[in-house]
């Protein structure tokens, strides 16, 4: 009886004692989350302060949210600034409710649930994170609206799960939104169905690379209250890694169909990838470009800083290789491509000249002739505008085909049944257009503006 007894209290004492010391295990755990948060210039996430309990723990994190466009004057440049509560069970022992209500048991460090209610910014974020050496997190309805001056977000129907890694450099999961909207003094943009997962680790340059797959039902975008365009259909493929210090990136989008002026234009496709970036350069410019996103006015000593950094990572090469670029139009398809090689510079600080001297350009371009000389009439008449130049004796249709027939005729274009062709190539600090210099007669072909091209109305 007294060995039971004993046993008893053994097994009682481990029960009470085992939580307060999953609470050092889960401070440590949870400040190394905060700490490997990636930060940019719009937002920065603080600990304030981590209250450890017996049984539980509580936690307050700041979120600095600053709008997009801050630095321009119809954006005011305060923050928005959410304070999150959370609330942290200890282990190993934990109980959690599904949606359907029904109590389910656990081992493991912690669950911890968060919530934001405050002025101006009302966030149910409420989601059960199971810590248990990995971290497991799931996110069911959520909301989220912030308003203020600046920044407007509303968001509802999120659900997330994620996975986290022990040593907080692996994460995979999955994220959909409902309903996501984003309105500033400038711009309005909303998406419907927003769906992501991911699977990224992290790079000794603390850079996360990895495979990110996006796509959006419908989006639609304003700007200066102006509906400018809406879309279907957005397929986001992303997929980078890192391998002996270079970053490379593959990257295709495809909208199916886009809403303007009335017209549906679709599908519109595009491939390109971005090899041998120097990763430690690449995340030092990173930081330097958050530091101008987060100030309202950048010093020339950051200015300068950010010149040499970038000069320093195009000195160590690139390859940019756009596969494929295709616009649809009513008229045909506009299709691009392009070749961008810069090698590496023997110097650690190279100068414009020598990166001129050995950059490589190959540019294809197709467009429809009708849509071409639509857009150039449209152009030509807003330069006559802009001008204040009276209506000449030519109309806009005839101008432009001078124009068209002037770079025919120079070699600059090539009208190839419906559609013109250009092929623009950068080689030895020579640039050719179709395989021929541009000489000052193409240059002037290429530059037709009404006060040197359009005949004026003889004066009464």
Do not use: C
Request: net charge positive; charged share 20%.
């Amino acid at each position: 009886m007294k060995k039971i007894l004993a046993i008893l209290i053994v097994f009682i004492a481990v029960i009470l004692i085992l939580p307060f010391g999953m609470g050092f295990l889960v401070k440590d755990k949870f400040e190394q989350v905060i700490n490997n948060i990636p930060t940019n210039g719009n937002v920065k996430t603080t600990l304030v302060n981590y209250k450890r309990g017996w049984f539980s723990s509580t936690a307050e994190i700041r979120v600095d949210m600053i709008a997009p466009l801050q630095n321009m004057k119809a954006v005011p440049s305060k923050p928005i600034i959410i304070l999150v509560f959370q609330h942290i069970t200890h282990g190993p022992f934990l109980f959690d409710k599904n949606a359907q209500g029904r109590t389910s048991f656990h081992f493991g460090q912690a669950y911890i649930l968060s919530i934001v209610n405050q002025a101006g910014a009302s966030v149910d974020l409420s989601s059960l994170i199971k810590i248990n050496g990995a971290i497991s997190n799931t996110l069911h309805d959520g909301k989220i609206l912030l308003d203020s001056k600046s920044l407007k977000i509303v968001a509802d129907g999120i659900n997330a799960n994620a996975d986290v890694s022990p040593a907080i450099d692996h994460v995979q999961g999955d994220l959909s939104v409902a309903n996501f909207t984003v309105i500033t003094p400038l711009f309005t943009q909303h998406m419907k169905n927003l769906n992501v997962t991911y699977n990224l680790k992290k790079t000794p340059q603390d850079l996360w690379v990895g495979k990110k797959d996006s796509t959006v039902a419908k989006l639609s975008y304003s700007w200066a209250n102006v509906p400018l365009f809406t879309g279907d259909d957005l397929v986001m493929n992303v997929n980078t890694n890192e391998s002996q210090g270079k970053l490379n990136a593959d990257v295709n989008v495809t909208l199916q169909d886009l809403k303007a002026n009335g017209k549906t234009y679709g599908p519109h496709k595009l491939s390109l990838t971005i090899h041998s970036v120097n990763a430690d350069l690449l995340h030092q410019l990173s930081e330097q470009l958050n530091v101008f996103r987060s100030t309202a006015k950048p010093t020339p000593e950051q200015f300068r800083a950010f010149s040499q950094t970038f000069m320093k990572l195009l000195g160590k090469g690139l390859d940019i290789t756009i596969h494929q670029l295709q616009i649809s139009t009513p008229q045909g398809n506009v299709d691009f491509e392009a070749k961008v090689d810069l090698p590496a510079q023997a110097s650690d600080t190279p100068n414009v000249f020598a990166l001129l001297r050995d950059l490589n350009v190959k540019v294809d371009l197709q467009a429809p002739v009708a849509l071409t000389q639509k857009l150039l009439k449209v152009a030509y008449q807003a330069e006559l505008k802009k001008a204040k130049q009276q209506p000449t004796q030519k109309s806009a249709a005839d101008v432009v085909n001078e124009q068209l027939n002037d770079l025919i005729s120079n070699g600059q274009i090539i009208h190839d049944g419906d559609f013109y062709k250009t092929q623009i190539s950068y080689n030895n600090m020579q640039l050719l257009i179709n395989g021929k210099p541009m000489t000052p007669t193409a240059r002037k072909a290429l530059s037709v503006t009404p006060s040197k091209k359009v005949e004026k109305l003889p004066t009464p």
